[in-house]
């Protein structure tokens, strides 16, 4: 598998007070540090023998330069962590293993840890999970290409997915979680997905698919797709309380309202601050119908939330840029004693949650993927002092260290989004106008509906043409930036792309 790049960006001044207890593991660690004033909350003083014991008095700046030391630097272990002081965590394989993954397209992590009073669900979930500010600087913040490293498991540099244009193709020779869980189980895992944007439902469909694919399209007094999350999170309350405990299930949910509030009003805006405030009431609603349900059961599920990339504070592309407002994504793993409680990891990333998903069910990720097993990374565990102030300002903290790649790879992969947006946007509007012309043409009106339904054909014929030249151009543009995974083939854009869900266009 690939190392994965490090940010290059060093740790800016961060005066804050010290937040983190270093040096442990979430599960295993003994209490190692604390002031006597927090010998209250179970705290003990660390020694400062010749033995390497920690010192307890460190600095806040020596913490902080540490911390993003570590983030920047830390290479990829692929194997499981065997030093002495770094146990994995204890898993037990009940034989019917349970994985829900929640996605929430463009989520600002800052923007969650800045407003508390909206977003209790989603700090409650992290208060007890491990969590990641994570960063996907180096790559494209475009959203398919996101989705389908965190639903393959591999970088759209190594698949070829530039742009929002759905390609059934891609995902028969990099298959989807879903379809190497239907694989490797024979069908014994019931897996399903529930989406709001018609590129995720694509992705589920493709190769062997998932059993279950549940699209929610976007109603007409709908424009932030806010009435079409709370669809999604019903869905999946029922998904989950109608599971069976004898039967292993695989769930991916996904909310796209986060993201279309950041693309129509700005990432800083009211709106997406209300788009995320719904969010966190369906995220609140499906846990409870997660615990509701291990306690009738006395099964468990293992709850993973990602974002795909994060929003510019202001109106406009929104995203697909190298800003660290772009960059900066989140992973939560929920699953008690598996992941611990209130802790930060520093290597997480999104390309990691199909491997993990694999593992949980007791298989072995490939080789070629280029993501691990969140369950292989307990050794980059920190915890913070407490569970509330402290975990909140420690995110706070590490996303502050990040800073946009060297100048080269920030044009290289500008160049890229510009490129590979053109024959997206062809393929929208074209799909838009033909889809307004066989309205117009199904309304039987006289002479106008037979003129519509003509005009279609020549429509398609030209915006084809038009999405093959461009596409041509943004896939030589891709090569000569690093996507080794680069194609012009499939030539013609295909016949149901499902790239756009009646918004206007932009790069997601």
Not at 98 to 119: A, E, F, K
Not at 483 to 489: E, N, P, Q, R
Request: charged content about 15%; hydrophobic content about 40%; overall charge negative.
């Amino acid at each position: 598998m690939a190392m994965r790049p490090s940010p290059s960006a060093g740790p800016p001044s961060l005066p804050r007070p010290l937040r983190l207890i270093t040096g442990r593991t979430a599960a295993h660690a003994e209490t190692d540090s604390a002031d006597a004033s927090q010998t209250s909350e179970g705290a003990t003083s660390a020694s400062s023998e010749a033995t390497g014991n920690e010192s307890a008095a460190l600095q806040s700046s020596v913490v902080l330069a540490s911390l993003a030391a570590a983030r920047n630097k830390l290479a990829r272990s692929r194997s499981r962590c065997t030093e002495a002081g770094t146990p994995e965590a204890a898993y037990v394989d009940d034989g019917t293993p349970n994985v829900l993954v929640i996605g929430v397209d463009g989520t600002n992590l800052s923007r969650v840890l800045d407003n508390p009073d909206i977003t209790t669900n989603f700090f409650a979930l992290m208060q007890g999970a491990t969590t990641a500010a994570s960063t996907i600087v180096g790559h494209t913040t475009i959203s398919h290409p996101s989705w389908s490293a965190v639903l393959t498991g591999a970088w759209g540099e190594k698949t070829g997915v530039l742009n929002n244009v759905f390609t059934p193709s891609t995902y028969r020779k990099w298959p989807t979680v879903f379809t190497r869980l239907e694989t490797l189980s024979d069908g014994a895992i019931e897996t399903t997905s529930i989406a709001n944007w018609n590129v995720i439902s694509g992705i589920a469909a493709s190769g062997v698919g998932a059993d279950n694919v549940h699209h929610v399209s976007q109603s007409g007094d709908d424009p932030n797709w806010l009435v079409s999350d709370d669809r999604v999170g019903d869905l999946t309350e029922s998904a989950i309380a109608g599971a069976s405990p004898d039967t292993a299930n695989f769930m991916f949910s996904y909310f796209v309202g986060v993201d279309e509030s950041g693309h129509e009003h700005g990432g800083d805006s009211p709106e997406y601050r209300a788009a995320l405030a719904n969010f966190d009431r369906n995220l609140g609603e499906i846990m409870n119908a997660v615990t509701s349900w291990e306690a009738a059961t006395g099964e468990k599920w293992t709850v993973v939330m990602v974002t795909d990339h994060g929003h510019q504070p202001q109106r406009g592309l929104g995203h697909g840029f190298q800003s660290p407002d772009e960059t900066t994504t989140f992973v939560v793993a929920r699953s008690p004693g598996l992941f611990g409680e209130g802790v930060v990891n520093l290597k997480y990333s999104i390309v990691d949650v199909t491997p993990t998903a694999l593992s949980l069910f007791g298989y072995e990720a490939v080789d070629e993927l280029d993501g691990a097993s969140l369950t292989e990374l307990g050794d980059a565990d920190i915890t913070p002092v407490d569970n509330d102030e402290a975990l909140r300002g420690t995110l706070q903290d590490i996303i502050a260290t990040y800073g946009p790649p060297d100048i080269g790879t920030s044009l290289a992969l500008g160049a890229r989004t510009i490129f590979a947006s053109v024959p997206y946007l062809v393929d929208t509007l074209t799909t838009d106008v033909s889809a307004s012309l066989q309205s117009v043409a199904d309304a039987d009106l006289f002479l106008i509906s037979p003129l519509a339904q003509l005009a279609i054909t020549p429509v398609k014929v030209v915006g084809g043409v038009t999405y093959a030249g461009t596409n041509v151009v943004a896939q030589i543009v891709a090569r000569l930036t690093g996507v080794t995974g680069a194609s012009i083939v499939p030539l013609w854009p295909p016949a149901a792309s499902g790239a756009t869900r009646a918004t206007s266009a932009s790069t997601r």
